[in-house]
């Protein structure tokens, strides 16, 4: 059969409906929009502009939308880059403020290392020696259990065991002072452990056996905290005559030491 066509958009010899060698249609046919004929192969027609639905009518609208959005994104400019523009500006602004402490170390402000707290009863741990860091810390622990305050003795205990593991080695007081916070913070074995430590060079220091009857009453086993307590009585009056300052340094609650031992072991004070 000979081609009666030619193809409008290659110039092949062309039959049927579509050119055999690039695919373009060869019927005519009508704008969807105003109705007008339109030529074989037609991307748009020649009296509205409207896409002819072979493929350049989508790719007009989808530059259209993108065009629309980018103008809403980037304030009514029309130009789809502002968006993009914009949204890398907030990044490199976001990156500069997060990264700016570390571009500029000498206009951080130092971490303060006292504990937080105002008037009378603040800490400066920067003043002072690793013991006396310690034990302010010891004694806002201590202060903050006897007013009720679980919260800020919970918040103070781990920072007070740490500093007395730096500041060791630990006199008997201070292995004392370490005990009770560990029994405080829930580590009776290691409350345990650490007054016993102090007892093995001072057997008859009255707040260690104290400390020790405590950790292990809470622990469970009577018959050793009965142990303890009745030792602590055995040597109360000749410890507390012997001048020894660290009753001196703890003597609001010496009577304590003495009444709870009684108790527990149902002896007379």
Not at 7 to 25: D, E, L, V, W
Not at 61 to 89: I, L, Q, Y
Not at 95 to 121: C, E, K, N, S
Not at 220 to 226: I, K, L, V
Request: glycine share 14%; hydrophobic share 40%.
């Amino acid at each position: 059969m000979t081609p009666s066509k030619t193809c409008p958009k290659c110039g092949s010899a062309a039959s049927g409906n579509f050119c055999g060698n690039c695919g373009t249609p060869l019927k005519a046919r009508h704008c969807t929009q105003c109705g007008a004929s339109l030529q074989a192969g037609a991307r748009f027609c020649t009296q509205c502009g409207a896409g002819s639905g072979g493929g350049g009518g989508a790719s007009r609208k989808s530059a259209g939308a993108g065009a629309a959005a980018g103008a809403e994104v980037g304030g009514g400019s029309g130009d789809p880059n502002v968006a993009w523009w914009f949204a890398g500006g907030l990044l490199i602004l976001l990156i500069l403020v997060v990264a700016w402490p570390i571009l500029r170390p000498d206009q951080v402000a130092p971490v303060p290392t006292q504990a937080p707290a105002t008037g009378a009863a603040a800490v400066d741990l920067n003043s002072m020696t690793p013991r006396q860091a310690a034990d302010a810390l010891f004694d806002r622990v201590m202060r903050a259990s006897a007013a009720g305050d679980s919260v800020q003795a919970a918040q103070f205990v781990p920072m007070a065991i740490q500093a007395y593991d730096r500041a060791a080695p630990l006199d008997l007081d201070g292995l004392f002072h370490k005990s009770t916070l560990q029994r405080t913070a829930g580590d009776l074995t290691g409350a345990i452990a650490t007054a016993e430590e102090g007892l093995a060079t001072g057997p008859d220091h009255l707040l260690l056996l104290y400390a020790a009857g405590q950790a292990v009453a809470e622990a469970g086993d009577a018959e050793a905290a009965r142990g303890y307590y009745e030792h602590l009585l055995d040597v109360f009056d000749a410890e507390m005559a012997s001048g020894n300052l660290d009753y001196e340094a703890h003597t609001e609650m010496m009577g304590t030491v003495r009444a709870d031992a009684t108790a527990f072991t149902g002896g007379d004070a």
